[in-house]
T-cell receptor
Framework: DQQVKQNSPSLSVQEGRISILNCDYT??????FLWYKKYPAEGPTFLIS?????DKNEDGRFTVFLNKSAKHLSLHIVPSQPGDSAVYFC???????????FGQGTRLTINP | DAMVIQNPRYQVTQFGKPVTLSCSQT?????MYWYQQKSSQAPKLLFH???????NEADTPDNFQSRRPNTSFCFLDIRSPGLGDAAMYLC??????????FGPGTRLTVT
């Protein structure tokens, strides 16, 4: 039972354009969502998060949007840079759980 | 810099030979986690400690054990590694809120 899904295994975007990574979840109890970035041979690095009481959170070039009715969130990166090439994991949690449920990841490649 | 450290970064062990992976943190976080990640898959939580309270995931094999002797250190013991245990093992910490902070991982190879 995959509670967090990232349906696109890979995404290729031209440098300077917008990258949009998508994530869907099934558990309506989730109330906090996070995005992690992972380079090869390194651990995931926390990127940005959003609480279920919000529908948007912005941090520099990164914006996360949450659509609770659709159980969908997305990460927008604009403008995309070569250093953004990595695997991006969406994760979800609920209050008191002390655990994250991860999606399978999307490999983002930024082309010059 | 406060951080999560994992040693070794690469570990090769023989089939059936016990192996221990280590994790240390300077963040003074209450919670420590061990994940297993195989290629192109989501990190899979094996277990976590809230302080000294151990929480095992229901589907974590008995072959995997963990110890947390103090706040800073946590160990993952694989008693009899099989070929299917070859993976990246990630340690993470959390102050008890939602965000988790990951170490660089240990890549385990079983020969």
């Amino acid at each position: 039972d995959q509670q967090v899904k990232q349906n696109s295994p890979s995404l290729s975007v031209q440098e300077g354009r917008i990258s949009i990574l998508n994530c869907d979840y099934t558990n309506s109890m989730f109330d906090y969502f996070l995005w992690y970035k992972k380079y090869p041979a390194e651990g995931p690095t926390f990127l940005i998060s959003i609480s279920s009481i919000k529908d948007k959170n912005e941090d520099g070039r990164f914006t996360v949007f949450l659509n609770k009715s659709a159980k969908h969130l997305s990460l927008h990166i604009v403008p995309s840079q070569p250093g953004d090439s990595a695997v991006y994991f969406c994760a979800a949690s609920r209050q008191g759980a002390q655990k994250l449920v991860f999606g399978q990841g999307t490999r983002l490649t930024i082309n010059p | 810099d406060a951080m999560v450290i994992q040693n070794p970064r690469y570990q090769v062990t023989q089939f059936g030979k016990p192996v221990t992976l280590s994790c240390s943190q300077t963040l003074n976080h209450n919670v420590m986690y061990w994940y297993q990640q195989k290629s192109s898959q989501a990190p899979k939580l094996l277990f976590h400690y809230y302080d000294k309270d151990f929480n095992n995931e229901a589907d974590t094999p008995d072959n995997f054990q963990s110890r947390r002797p103090n706040t800073s250190f946590c160990f993952l013991d694989i008693r009899s590694p099989g070929l299917g245990d070859a993976a990246m093992y990630l340690c993470a910490t959390s102050p008890g809120l939602y965000e988790q902070y990951f170490g660089p991982g240990t890549r385990l190879t079983v020969t």
